[in-house]
């Protein structure tokens, strides 16, 4: 398995993962500068981890577990 896929293969990840992200959306991903690509010809390549990392759940944090120290003397 390589690690290059091309931005079709990219939006058939999202999709099993029951995102919906379009290649038009991945290629101005690319342009942007939010995706590492390369293009040996007229085809896009990104990279599968880059594409796995941007599905791994973000951790959550509990207002009251992020300084509470801050809110200390809050009255609200």
């Known amino acids: 398995?390589?690690?290059?896929?091309?931005?079709?293969?990219?939006?058939?990840?999202?999709?099993?993962?029951?995102?919906?992200?379009?290649?038009?959306?991945?290629?101005?991903w690319v342009k942007a500068g939010r995706l590492q690509s390369i293009r040996p010809g007229r085809r896009i390549f990104v990279r599968r981890a880059q594409i796995r990392h941007m599905l791994k759940p973000r951790a959550s944090v509990a207002a009251r577990d992020v300084q509470p120290a801050l809110f200390a003397d809050w009255d609200g």
């Open 1 to 28: 398995m390589t690690d290059w896929i091309t931005l079709a293969e990219a939006a058939e990840i999202f999709a099993a993962s029951g995102v919906s992200i379009s290649r038009a959306t991945l290629a101005r």
